[in-house]
């Protein structure tokens, strides 16, 4: 039996870049830096790199400023930069889920993973669409009742308003990326 346990903060970011299917995994090079959430702060910030590739880069190439963490990392207990880690601590706190909902950083990639899904299904069935997200996200077939519920899901919010069905994906998809089964691994 191997106890559950949270994936690392970069292996979270590496993990929302590749289903968003942004993730440049070429090795070696300078550190990168990722842009900053809007309004994060005036006294310490950065220049983000130009390049979108370098933007999209593993975690462990993002530039190491003491003061100033990047903030996807941070919540999910980067450890701190001004002493040695022996151990990295696992938290389970309020701002972890915040920012996994709320963030508009983790919100493009809901919506770049609804693309992917919606591309990669080839076609405009919203079972197939679902079906390709759970393969992207969790990398495995949805149940049934999982399956219906997303179908169901998709269907109402179409009806509500005919304009949301892309809303609608990228909700579901958000939702996806959000469960423990794809922050954990068991």
């Not at 149940?143 to 519920?149: K, V, Y």
Request: net charge positive; charged share 30%; proline share 6%.
């Amino acid at each position: 039996y191997f106890p559950r346990r949270r994936l690392s903060s970069e292996r979270i970011r590496d993990a929302l870049l590749f289903v968003a299917d942004r993730l440049d995994s070429r090795m070696y090079g300078k550190p990168v830096r990722p842009a900053l959430p809007p309004k994060f702060g005036t006294r310490y910030t950065w220049d983000e790199s130009k390049s979108a590739a370098d933007r999209s880069r593993r975690s462990v190439y993002i530039h190491a400023k003491r003061n100033l963490p990047y903030p996807l990392l941070k919540v999910f207990d980067q450890p701190d930069m001004h002493e040695s880690c022996a151990r990295r601590d696992r938290t389970t706190v309020a701002p972890q889920a915040l920012m996994l909902f709320n963030s508009e950083l983790v919100l493009g990639f809901a919506r770049a993973l609804a693309e992917r899904a919606r591309r990669e299904s080839q076609s405009t069935n919203p079972a197939s669409t679902a079906r390709r997200a759970w393969w992207l996200a969790l990398g495995r077939e949805p149940a049934t009742g999982e399956l219906q519920d997303a179908v169901t899901f998709l269907a109402e919010q179409g009806r509500l308003d005919p304009r949301s069905s892309t809303t609608a994906l990228v909700d579901l998809c958000h939702v996806l990326i959000n469960t423990n089964e794809f922050l954990y691994v068991d």
